[in-house]
C-alpha cells in the first residue's frame, strides 16, 4: 500500500514568506507527527496528533510554526515570516495507533529560505 | 528530557565483516528503541526495534541489544554488503515523541 506521501517535495522561499507544507500519511492512521532535520543531525520532534488534536507541540520553536489536521487524515504545517534557520527536512511520519507504535517517515519536504 | 547519544558518527567497514554502533540514553522510563536507515534524500526507514521487556532482538543480518541497567543499546549488522551503506540512527521513546542521535555514517568498503 501506499506510505507516507508529503508534498512539495522541495520549496525554496525567501525570508519573511509563509509557507504550507503538506502530509498524506498512511490510510487508516490515526496518529501523525511532524520531525524537522537539520543537515547532519537527527529528526527532532515537533508535534504530534492524534485524530484531529495535537496531542503534544512541545517541539515547535516559536509561534511562527503551527500545524493542523482538520479532518484526522491531512495535516498542514505552516510556517509565518520564515527565517533562513527555518532551512531544514521537514518529515511527515505516522503510526496506526500512536501510543508508542512504530512510526513510518515519509521523504520529506526540503525547505530553502534564502 | 530524553538524550540519545550515538558512536561512532563515521564507521568504514569491509564488505562482509561486521559493523556495531553504539548508543546511550539518559531517561530511564524510555521503554521503546528504534533503529532508522537513512539513504541520501530519502526519510528515515524503520530497519529494527526493540521494547524494555526484552534485551536482544535479531531480524535476519541485524541484531540489536539493550542494557537497561546501564542505558545502553547497540546495534549489530553482519555480512555488511553495500547497500548497507547509509546513515543510522538509534532513537529512545517513553510515548509518541521519539528521541533521535546523531546519526552515523556507515561506509561499506569494497
Known amino acids: 500500500g501506499a506510505g507516507v506521501s508529503q508534498t512539495p517535495s522541495n520549496k525554496v522561499t525567501e525570508k519573511g514568506k509563509y509557507v504550507e507544507l503538506r502530509c498524506d500519511p498512511i490510510?487508516?492512521?490515526?496518529?501523525l507527527y511532524w520531525y524537522r532535520q537539520s543537515l547532519g543531525q537527527g529528526p527532532e520532534f515537533l508535534i504530534y496528533?492524534?485524530?484531529?488534536?495535537?496531542?503534544?507541540d512541545s517541539g515547535l520553536p516559536n509561534d511562527r510554526f503551527f500545524a493542523v489536521r482538520p479532518e484526522g487524515s491531512v495535516s498542514t504545517l505552516k510556517i509565518q515570516r520564515t527565517e533562513r534557520g527555518d532551512s531544514a527536512v521537514y518529515l511527515c511520519a505516522s503510526s496506526i495507533s500512536g501510543g508508542g507504535e512504530t512510526q513510518y517517515f515519509g521523504p520529506g519536504t526540503r525547505l530553502l529560505v534564502l | 528530557g530524553e538524550n540519545v547519544e550515538q558512536h561512532p558518527s563515521t564507521l568504514s567497514v569491509q564488505e562482509g565483516d561486521s559493523a556495531v554502533i553504539k548508543c546511550t540514553y539518559s531517561?530511564?522510563?524510555?521503554?521503546?528503541f528504534p533503529w532508522y536507515k537513512q539513504e541520501l534524500g530519502k526519510g528515515p526507514q524503520l530497519i529494527i526495534d526493540?521494547?524494555?521487556?526484552?534485551g536482544e532482538k535479531k531480524d535476519q543480518r541485524i541484531a540489536v541489544t539493550l542494557n537497561k541497567t546501564a542505558k545502553h543499546f547497540s546495534l549489530h549488522i553482519t555480512e555488511t554488503q553495500p547497500e548497507d551503506s547509509a546513515v543510522y540512527f538509534c532513537?529512545?521513546?517513553?510515548?509518541?515523541?521519539?528521541?533521535f542521535g546523531k546519526g552515523t555514517r556507515l561506509h561499506i568498503l569494497p
Open positions: 531517561d530511564s522510563a524510555s521503554n521503546y
Open positions: 532513537a529512545a521513546s517513553e510515548d509518541d515523541k521519539i528521541i
Open positions: 490510510s487508516g492512521h490515526t496518529a
Open positions: 496528533f492524534q485524530g484531529t488534536g495535537a496531542a503534544d
Open positions: 526493540i521494547r524494555s521487556n526484552v
